[in-house]
């Protein structure tokens, strides 16, 4: 029969890019450089910003200069403070 959560569980497992949110990690300065953005609990504006950019990982987005992260789509000067202040 149907059971909902298989369905969910299914699901769940056929998106392995984006982490549970629960398991997410809260934005630190004290987080590793390889960590990978998709595991950090970021604004979801910021996230897509960054991925669409082509950055995987904390430390791409520390070695970012302002100007550079103020060049991608939709990541203004608000975002990139906003980065800088938890990473």
Do not use: H, Y
């Amino acid at each position: 029969g149907f059971c909902l959560n298989d369905r969910l569980g299914k699901l769940q497992r056929s998106r392995p890019n984006r982490q549970e949110p629960n398991s997410m990690l809260d934005p630190s300065a004290d987080l590793p450089d390889e960590t990978p953005i998709t595991a950090v609990r970021l604004p979801t504006r910021i996230s897509n910003a960054l991925s669409n950019a082509g950055l995987r990982t904390l430390g791409e987005v520390r070695n970012s200069s302002d100007a550079t992260l103020l060049s991608f789509q939709d990541l203004g000067g608000g975002s990139v403070r906003w980065l800088r202040e938890r990473l």
